[in-house]
T-cell receptor, first 112, second 118 residues
Framework: AQTVTQSQPEMSVQEAETVTLSCTYD???????LFWYKQPPSRQMILVIR??????QNATENRFSVNFQKAAKSFSLKISDSQLGDTAMYFC?????????FGAGTRLTVKP | DTEVTQTPKHLVMGMTNKKSLKCEQH?????MYWYKQKAKKPPELMFV???????INESVPSRFSPECPNSSLLNLHLHALQPEDSALYLC?????????????????FGPGTRLTVL
C-alpha cells in the first residue's frame, strides 16, 4: 500500500517570507503523480501544483515550487513571498494505479 | 464556469432516514468523485465515476449508494447511516478519458456537505 507522510502538523511564516512544507511518500510504482492541494478555511480545496514522476524538472507555479527528489521519495513545497491568502491547510497527495492518497496535512498560518 | 456546487451545505439525519447529497458541474468534465473527510483528517476517496460509469469503489459500505444520472450530476444516496459517518462529504470533478484513469488530472472540488448523523 502506498503512503503519504507530512511531518509538520502546523507551521507559520511572516508575510513576504519563504516557507517550505515537507512531504515524503512510499510507493512501489515507478510512474505516479504527486500533488499539493490547498484547503483554505471554509473554502474549496484547490490544486496548487502537480508533478509527474517521470519528469525530472521540478514543477513551478508562480510563487509555488516543488523540490522533487524521486530517489528519496520526497516532495516538498516552497512558497515564496508568502501572502495572507496563503493561510490554509496544505495536503500532499499521491496518485497511481487508481489509488489516490492524501497526507495528514500541514496547517500553514501567514502572519502579518 | 469552474465551479462545482454541492447541496445541501449542511444535513442532519437520524440513523433510520434516507437522504441524498447532490453535486453538479458544468465544466464538461467526464470524471466525478466522492470523498469523505473527517474533522482534522485528509479526504478519503469513496467513489470514482468516469463517463457516467462507476470505475472505482473504495470498499465503501453499502449504506452509501452513488448515482451518476448524467455527465454533470453526481448523487450520493444515504440510508441507515451510523454516527461515525458524520463528516464533510466532498465532490470533485476532472477531465476524463474513456476507459482511462482520471485521478492524475487536476480535480476541482466543491465546498462539501457537512453531514451529522444522530
Amino acid at each position: 500500500a502506498q503512503t503519504v507522510t507530512q511531518s509538520q502538523p502546523e507551521m507559520s511564516v511572516q508575510e513576504a517570507e519563504t516557507v517550505t512544507l515537507s512531504c515524503t511518500y512510499d510507493t512501489s510504482e515507478n510512474n505516479y503523480y504527486l500533488f499539493w492541494y490547498k484547503q483554505p478555511p471554509s473554502r474549496q480545496m484547490i490544486l496548487v501544483i502537480r508533478q509527474e514522476a517521470y519528469k525530472q524538472q521540478n514543477a513551478t507555479e508562480n510563487r509555488f515550487s516543488v523540490n522533487f527528489q524521486k530517489a528519496a521519495k520526497s516532495f516538498s513545497l516552497k512558497i515564496s513571498d508568502s501572502q495572507l491568502g496563503d493561510t490554509a491547510m496544505y495536503f500532499c497527495a499521491l496518485y497511481n494505479n487508481n489509488d489516490m492518497r492524501f497526507g495528514a496535512g500541514t496547517r500553514l498560518t501567514v502572519k502579518p | 464556469d469552474t465551479e462545482v456546487t454541492q447541496t445541501p451545505k449542511h444535513l442532519v439525519m437520524g440513523m433510520t432516514n434516507k437522504k441524498s447529497l447532490k453535486c453538479e458541474q458544468h465544466m464538461g468534465h467526464r470524471a466525478m468523485y466522492w470523498y469523505k473527510q473527517k474533522a482534522k483528517k485528509p479526504p478519503e476517496l469513496m467513489f470514482v465515476y468516469s463517463y457516467e460509469k462507476l470505475s472505482i469503489n473504495e470498499s465503501v459500505p453499502s449504506r452509501f449508494s452513488p448515482e451518476c444520472p448524467n455527465s454533470s450530476l453526481l448523487n450520493l444516496h444515504l440510508h441507515a447511516l451510523q454516527p461515525e459517518d458524520s463528516a464533510l462529504y466532498l465532490c470533485a470533478s476532472s477531465q476524463g478519458a474513456s476507459g482511462s484513469p482520471t485521478l492524475y488530472n487536476e480535480q476541482f472540488f466543491g465546498p462539501g456537505t457537512r453531514l451529522t448523523v444522530l
